[in-house]
């Protein structure tokens, strides 16, 4: 009996360890994921709910997608995303090849000079008469290339192809899929655009240092790394604006500054845009005097230059962090109100510090910007209680992004039959979505940017500050519809160069049998766990028009540009082993109402 004692007395102190332990993991895990989805109450199925969490969060399912997030558990899918650190080592060897991405802007300034300031270069160096070059276009050119090519300097074209083709290969191949789409949300609502000149060069730094490090962190901190850019410095012209009242004298060298191309003085663009459309929005409650004084807070917040190694730091009042630099000697010195707050007199630097924390946590703001997250994630029209809750979350938990898209994704409205399929995907989205889809080797990333130009989404091309609309209605047109088919047939018939398709390995390397058997594999395919009756009986009159691939010759021609490192024989292998006919049932489904939804 003593032995059976000891043997019970061991068996109880082992099932306690267990029961400690299990109960710790179980606590600890529960931590992790202190969510629920509400889906099953929408009536979806969790294979349902979870390809309408791949349409919203990411770029678009790849194939076999669906069945991961299942296994995985959709809340700890979700919370994978939030955390925004899964492993990318393949898509970083392949942007490793992009020396250009890794360049500070001062960098970017010195090896990526404009034409006018090339041509201010060699005027300088005496390499020619600045009369003499203007009257004859041809040497004009020819001087700056050959002037380019001895001093190591590049085109700024090449800088943007390396831009927008990161882009592109990190929208498509990144597993942390919420951290680009985010990215890419934030950009649009702190626009600024490659059209400008002044700001251009800064942009690639701009999303790589001030919005994808901050896309789902707090929103202070992020409006507050948009101000001190120099992409936004310049776009919105603040980096120009001076006070009429500032300290005497100067302790820097006005002579070393830059020189603004118009006259200094009170610039109310940057202060008019912060408050319309970074923060409190069109109806947020300020007037026009409110811009006026809020524009005064700003004056001396500028670019620290690009060409000067003296350190203002050092002087009484001078902010210098990294490219951004404060002036006290431009800054407005006297008293300022701004939404009935005061600031001033001689606050200086914290001055506008304070501004923008003040428009940060305010109560339209997060109404404002909770609205614009809802639009995007859940519909074009979400609800004022859903709008509402998500405010609420955003004044109650500081601006934290993750727990405004937590909030967001827990409510019954983002799961609901009226928000599952009802957003309509920009070019952008589409064309990701469909490399995504069939598991395209992108090699020439800049020539799928072709194609999104064309269908209306020029990338960092948007000219306005508003950033592109984000409602279907903007997108979609009897012109757009027609763009959209040609690139679905484009890309599964291989016609865009550098994008490879193999569309027989999607269906484990097996051809359907007949065009009508393709059309209803691969609509299942491409657009899984969907009701697809309809949608296949409206496109099968399509399946046998002879004209189709034809019609899509002519319009590749229009959008990709040849490649001289292409030969015929690379451009046969990107076809191999797609027959016309799956060709063109694959393009057409791509090009397909329902694949315009997400």
């Known amino acids: 009996m003593k032995t059976t004692y000891k043997q019970l007395t061991w068996f109880c102190a082992i099932i306690s360890v267990v029961i400690i332990f299990s109960s710790f993991y179980s606590n600890r895990e529960s931590s992790k994921n202190t969510f629920l989805f509400p889906y099953k109450q929408a009536g979806l199925n969790e294979r349902q709910a979870a390809a309408h969490l791949l349409s919203r969060f990411t770029y678009g399912a790849t194939p076999g997608e669906i069945d991961e997030v299942v296994k995985i558990g959709l809340e700890k899918w979700f919370q994978n995303q939030l955390s925004g650190d899964l492993p990318d080592d393949s898509l970083n060897l392949v942007l490793s090849s992009f020396d250009a991405l890794a360049l500070s802007n001062k960098e970017v300034a010195a090896k990526y000079p404009n034409q006018g300031q090339i041509l201010r270069m060699v005027v300088k160096d005496g390499t020619v008469d600045k009369d003499s070059v203007k009257k ?109 009242k500032v300290t005497s004298g100067s302790t820097m060298s006005m002579a070393k ?6 006259a200094r003085g009170l610039n109310e663009n940057y202060a008019r845009e912060v408050m319309e459309l970074h923060t409190l929005g069109v109806d947020g409650g300020y007037t026009q005097l409110d811009v006026t004084e809020a524009a005064r807070v700003l004056t001396g917040w500028t670019v620290y230059p690009m060409g000067v ?17 404060f002036t006290p000697n431009r800054h407005d010195n006297s008293v300022k109100t701004v939404l009935g707050a005061s600031f001033g007199p001689d606050g200086g630097y914290q001055e506008g510090q304070q501004l923008l924390n003040m428009l940060a946590h305010h109560s339209s703001t997060a109404k404002f910007i909770s609205g614009k997250i809802a639009i995007r994630f859940v519909s074009d029209h979400p609800s004022e209680k859903l709008i509402d809750k998500m405010a609420q979350v955003f004044r109650d938990k500081d601006g934290d992004i993750k727990q405004v898209l937590i909030a967001m994704v827990t ?30 080797d992108i090699k020439q990333p800049y020539q799928l940017f072709n194609w999104i130009s064309r269908m209306g989404e020029k990338m960092y091309y948007y000219q306005a500050p508003t950033g592109f609309p984000d409602k279907g209605q903007y997108w ?86 040849p490649q001289a490192d292409m030969d015929q024989d690379e451009v046969k292998t990107k076809v191999l082993g797609n027959s016309t006919m799956l060709a063109q049932v694959v393009g057409v489904i791509l090009g397909s109402p329902e694949y315009q939804r997400r």
């Not at 002044?198 to 901050?214: G, H, K, T």
């Not at 500054?257 to 118009?262: F, G, I, L």
């Not at 190694?309 to 630099?325: A, Q, W």
Request: net charge positive.
């Open 411 to 440: 409510t019954s409205e983002f799961w609901s039959a009226t928000s599952v399929r009802e957003k309509t995907k920009s070019p952008f989205e589409l064309a990701i979505g469909a490399v995504r889809s069939v598991h395209a």
């Open 257 to 262: 500054m830059r020189k603004p191309k118009s």
């Open 476 to 561: 979609i047109n009897t012109g757009a519809l027609l763009n959209r088919m040609n690139f679905g047939l484009a890309l599964a018939s291989g016609r865009i160069p550098g994008v490879r398709v193999d569309l027989i390995a999607l269906n484990n390397h097996h051809e359907p049998e007949s065009a009508q058997a393709a059309l209803r594999i691969y609509s299942q395919l491409i657009m899984p766990d969907r009701d697809l009756a309809a949608t296949i009986k409206r496109l099968t009159p399509m399946l046998n028009d002879p004209e189709l691939i034809k019609k899509v010759d002519v319009a590749s021609a229009k959008v990709s540009a």
């Open 309 to 325: 190694d003296t350190n203002p730091i050092e002087r009484p009042g001078f902010v210098h962090e990294g490219d951004f630099l």
């Open 136 to 244: 004859d276009g041809k040497v004009y050119r020819d001087v700056l290339q050959q002037y380019m090519q001895n001093n190591g300097l590049k085109p700024r074209q090449d800088l943007y192809r390396q831009f927008i083709s990161q882009k592109v290969l990190r929208a498509a191949y990144s597993k942390n899929q919420l951290q680009e789409v985010m990215t890419s949300f934030w950009f649009n609502h702190f626009n600024v655009s490659i059209t400008k000149n002044d700001c251009a060069a800064f942009i690639p730094a701009y999303e790589r240092d001030v919005i994808r490090p901050n896309a789902m962190g707090k929103f202070s901190n992020l409006l507050v790394a948009t101000a001190q850019s120099p992409a936004m410095l310049y776009f919105l012209d603040n980096f120009s604006s001076v006070g009429t």
